[in-house]
Structures are given as structure tokens and as C-alpha cells.
């Protein structure tokens, strides 16, 4: 329990894409600004700060959660993925992969909340519906796309690992 007086700082240790981070910060401080500004992974969006874009969600010990309503306080001693945590070697993640082939993404402003959604949702589905793809998207907004291609790579992804 990380108790402070209301602007005293605190020592926030996490693990971030298998990295250890250490920071002091106020115990207001955002997960998703803690994320951006204090770690510098940038990957993580930040659209409405509201909870409804999805544009912030990250992996707090495999949940994927929107980072803009967690402070980072309550991420102290998590296990944390963020984007940049899906290609640590290198190479693009399949679903990285899909996306682009199956053009599911124009700007990009949705695509790292998407990743990490899907990434969670494939672990625990793995044979899903359109309808239960399109279910989990509805927590994602994306102005681009149409989400049609989204649906295509998630679907394509998940057919891939039920063949394998
Ligand atoms: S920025 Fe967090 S849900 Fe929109
Ligand atoms: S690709 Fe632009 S918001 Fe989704």
C-alpha cells in the first residue's frame, strides 16, 4: 500500500516490456503521462483521457486496461506490456502483420490500443465469432478505417493460430 501526502512524491517501480523502471512521481500522475513522459514509450496513445477512445490501453499483468484511468501508482510492482513490448526482437507481431495486410489501419492514432486488446483477446479466444471480434472492438474507436479491415486481420490472426 503506497501511502503519500497529496503533492509528495512517490517511487513507482514497474516492469515495462520485461524492463525495470523506476521513477518518482505524484501519486495524480496518469499510467498512460507515467507511460509517455516518464518512460518514454511513446507507442501508447493518448486520445480522449476519458476511458472511451481506447486509444491508452496497455497490458497491467495480461489485462489490458486504459491506461488514462489507472494511475500509476496503482501499475506499482505490475508486470506492464505497452506496444513497443510486441516486437522487442524486431520482428512485427502477426497481428502487426495483419493489420497491414489486411489494411486495418490508415493514421495509426487507434492501432497500439487495438494491438493490445487483441492481443489479450486471441490469448482467451481461440476460435472467436465476427460478432465476438466486433464486440471486443466496440471499446475502440477508430475514424479511419471503417473497421472492417480490423475485423479482417483479428479474424485472420485467429485462424492462423487454431491451424498451427
Ligand atoms: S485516451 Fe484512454 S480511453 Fe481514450
Ligand atoms: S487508423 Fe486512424 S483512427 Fe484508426
Not at 507515467?34 to 481506447?54: A, I, K, N, Q, Y
Not at 526482437?89 to 497500439?112: I, V, Y
Request: charged share 25%; proline share 2%; net charge negative.
Amino acid at each position: 500500500m503506497i501511502q503519500a501526502a497529496k503533492h509528495e512524491k512517490v517511487l513507482v517501480r514497474v516492469r515495462i516490456n520485461g524492463k525495470l523502471y523506476a521513477e518518482e512521481v505524484e501519486p495524480r500522475r496518469l499510467l498512460s503521462d507515467f507511460l509517455r513522459e516518464d518512460c518514454g514509450l511513446t507507442g501508447t496513445h493518448v486520445g480522449c483521457e476519458h476511458g472511451v477512445c481506447g486509444a491508452c490501453t496497455v497490458r497491467v499483468n495480461g489485462a489490458a486496461v486504459r491506461s488514462c484511468l489507472m494511475f500509476a501508482v496503482q501499475a506499482a510492482d505490475a508486470e506492464i506490456t505497452t506496444v513497443e513490448g510486441l516486437s522487442l526482437d524486431g520482428s512485427r507481431h502477426p497481428l502487426q502483420d495483419a493489420l497491414s495486410e489486411c489494411h486495418g489501419l490508415q493514421c495509426g492514432f487507434c492501432t497500439p490500443g487495438i494491438l493490445m486488446s487483441a492481443a489479450e483477446f486471441l490469448e482467451e479466444h481461440q476460435d472467436p465469432t465476427t460478432e465476438q471480434i466486433q464486440e471486443m472492438l466496440s471499446g475502440h474507436l477508430c475514424r479511419c478505417t471503417g473497421y472492417k479491415g480490423i475485423v479482417e486481420a483479428i479474424a485472420k490472426v485467429a485462424k492462423e493460430q487454431k491451424d498451427r
